[in-house]
């Protein structure tokens, strides 16, 4: 029976929750604990991915190289892993991870644009490392899309290609129609990051799970962006329930959750209603406060306006888009009869 591989993104999609403030004593107990309980990759990085400490995507109370090596030093058994993002991260920043002791690095692009990964894969392998793409935004474009991004990812090296649910906008179906076409299209693994907005985390992942999956990603109480990811402790009940546990200490996770995560964590991630609405939408979640912002002028829910940017597949770049979506959604309104009494 092949072996279904967890990483934990605590200490990487649970650092924009952290507002990318993990401090050295967290990043060591937290990957001690995971290490201890079983999981086989921790993931290590700013939110943003290697590079990611900025302005724009916010600063890092440690820098994330310190952070990367403090994980490795207090791991036994589990391969450290690291985010990037071609134009957020370098070869520099990538070649620097690797001196620091990660052994995997998670090369993320748009799920439409796989076509500028190619040297970030190209300099991963060249390195000696694993390569794993992340196809961001999946729920944008159907399965037979993602699987040709997909396999030029892999015709890249990659070991393995993700389907990354990154707005939680997946239902159970879309889940298995994405993760079964990767698996008939490619012949490297494949896994499944799943974002809770809809509260279909972990029932994603089983779905993911029922279509072939290989690998799929967790985080200690779902600590992650938006309304969090599937919780490593709660994957870890499940899977042992379902007879299917690959080696996770179940009570020691739980333990990691409640006692070690819990404590620091700012708030706990969850289908609030501005996650829910980035979920419901599928919408990128930058697009809240440009579209708050274009609701106050036109007198109009942001919801509203994100539903109409969701329907129009808007993506990351095209916040101009939001106020002339907001313009025509006002003018609309004004076009409707009046209803007489
Ligand atoms: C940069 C993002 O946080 C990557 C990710 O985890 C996602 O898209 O989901
Ligand atoms: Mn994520």
Redesign the pocket.
């Known amino acids: 029976m092949k072996t279904l591989r967890l990483t934990d993104?605590t200490l990487r999609?649970g650092s924009?929750a952290m507002r990318h403030q993990f401090t050295r004593q967290q990043v060591r107990s937290i990957a001690q604990a995971l290490d201890r309980a079983g999981v086989p990759v921790i993931e290590v990085t700013h939110g943003d991915g290697l590079g990611g400490a900025s302005l724009q995507y916010g600063f890092s109370h440690t820098p994330e190289l310190e952070l990367i090596a403090e994980a490795r030093s207090v791991c036994e058994r589990a391969r450290i892993a690291a985010l990037l993002l071609p134009g957020i991260g370098t070869r520099k920043e990538l070649k620097a991870a690797a001196e620091r002791g990660v052994q995997v690095i998670r090369i993320a692009t748009q799920c439409t644009e796989a076509d500028i990964s190619e040297q970030h894969f190209g300099l991963t392998k060249e390195l000696g490392l694993e390569a794993v793409g992340f196809l961001?935004m999946a729920h944008m474009r159907p399965p037979e899309v993602l699987a040709e991004q997909a396999r030029l990812m892999e015709s890249y090296g990659a070991d393995c290609v993700y389907i990354?649910?990154?707005a939680g906008a997946l239902l159970p179906d879309g889940a298995y129609a994405r993760v079964k076409a990767l698996k008939e299209a490619l012949t490297i693994q494949v896994g499944f990051?799943a974002?809770n907005n809809l509260g279909l985390a972990i029932g994603n992942t089983l779905a993911a799970l029922e279509a072939g999956v290989d690998q799929i990603?967790g985080s200690l109480r779902g600590l992650?962006?938006?309304a969090g990811?599937a919780a490593t402790e709660v994957i870890a009940a499940v899977l042992d329930k379902m007879g299917q546990n690959p080696g996770l200490n179940v009570f020691a996770l739980m333990d990691a959750a409640e006692y070690i995560v819990a404590p620091i964590a700012p708030y706990q991630p969850l289908p609030d209603r501005d996650a829910l609405t980035i979920g419901y939408a599928g919408v990128y979640s930058t697009f809240l406060l440009h579209a708050r912002r274009a609701g106050e002028l036109y007198h109009l829910d942001p919801r509203s306006i994100l539903v109409e940017l969701g329907r129009r597949q808007a993506v990351a770049g095209q916040e101009d888009w939001i106020l002339d979506v907001a313009l025509d959604l006002a003018r609309r309104s004004q076009d409707k009869p009046v209803p007489q009494t």
Do not use: E, I, L, Y
Request: charged residues 20%; proline residues 0%; hydrophobic residues 20%.
């Open positions: 993104t999609d924009h961001m990354v649910d990154s990051h974002h990603d992650g962006a938006g990811n």
